[in-house]
């Protein structure tokens, strides 16, 4: 999920991850807020209207929000002072289209105001963006509370594209998530866009005696240097995710099947017997895909962790 790389792998022992005591519901807001979910998936859809890479970015926001102190929109809040937020740590500077969000809540704000998270927003407009690309929807569990605490340095805790599969099995299961969920949200791929930067390990000085990564194929990797030089100084240079980026399919796990993928960390799913068989089930099963997401992507935002109901997105009460 992270597009940077150079980020050291640390132990997360220091930092609350999150906690499953609220207890999450799909009906949370029927009576106190009931037009919520037509009044995010408006705002999400405006936006996707004039710039097709928002349902990647959003998806990708959600998950950057959830593995750091659970999914309580600490990715949201801006930098103040000598605080350096999460949003402005190494991993995150790409992070975009937070005024989707700013849209729904004030919308929000001016319909049930005090009373809808910035959190479950969030939550609510990546399941739109999803399924707005032309993926699974599902009902998402609310009564998530915002944080109040945003922490540059604890983007570290994020996964970092460079990952092999011990370092991401550790990192997903520090947040109760499974083989199974990491090969699943791994499917979250299938949107978007990565910088040079956050594969030019893999093209590059590989390692002492090869170049280029042995398992990538290797007209794919020929392309893939071609539009990322060795010392490559065009900052939005990069590649798609997968061959259709802005279409939610299993595309993604086809392609890392072919040595088509982008990142050391899919490339990792192929190097156990049980992540490899299910990129091979998902490869051969949109179906089993979607519904291999969908559970996970309950599972990922019910990882809760705030405290409030903040009025502006970005600043806390």
């Known amino acids: 999920m992270a597009t940077m790389v150079g980020l050291a792998f640390v132990f997360l022992f220091m930092f609350p991850i999150s906690s499953h005591v609220r207890a999450l519901s799909s009906n949370y807001y029927d009576h106190t807020c009931p037009h919520l979910e037509s009044i995010v998936v408006s705002a999400v859809k405006k936006a996707i209207s004039n710039d097709k890479t928002v349902p990647a970015a959003l998806l990708r926001m959600h998950f ?60 609510l407009a990546a399941r739109d963006a999803v399924s707005l690309s032309g993926g699974p929807t599902w009902d998402v569990p609310k009564g998530r509370k915002d944080g109040r605490i945003s922490l540059a340095s604890e983007t570290r805790q994020l996964p970092a594209p460079t990952f092999n599969i011990s370092q ?31 594969f030019q390990n893999r093209i590059h000085n590989f390692n002492a005696t090869l170049d280029v990564d042995p398992t990538m194929q290797p007209s794919f990797a020929a392309r893939l240097r071609s539009v990322c030089p060795a010392h490559n100084q065009i900052k939005s ?33 192929l190097t156990t017997p049980k992540t490899k068989a299910l990129v091979s089930k998902f490869a051969s099963s949109q179906k089993a895909f979607e519904k291999a997401f969908v559970d996970s992507m309950i599972k990922m935002s019910s990882l809760t962790g705030g405290q409030e109901i903040r009025l502006d997105c970005r600043v806390v009460r």
């Open 64 to 123: 950057h929000d959830c593995f750091i102190r659970g999914c309580d929109a600490s990715v949201l809040l801006n930098s103040k002072g000598n605080n350096k937020a999460e949003k402005d740590g190494p991993p995150n500077i790409s992070l975009h289209a937070f005024y989707v969000i700013d849209e729904a809540k004030k919308a929000l704000e001016a319909s049930c105001p005090g009373i809808v998270s910035c959190a479950d927003v969030l939550a």
């Open 168 to 198: 991401l099995q550790q990192n997903f299961a520090q947040r109760g998530l499974s083989i199974e969920d990491l090969v699943a949200l791994s499917g979250g791929h299938t949107l978007g866009f990565s910088h040079c930067s956050s």
């Open 237 to 269: 240079a990069g590649s798609p995710l997968d061959s259709t980026n802005l279409v939610f399919d299993n595309a993604y796990y086809k392609l890392l099947l072919q040595g088509k993928s982008i990142f050391s960390s899919d490339q990792a799913l």
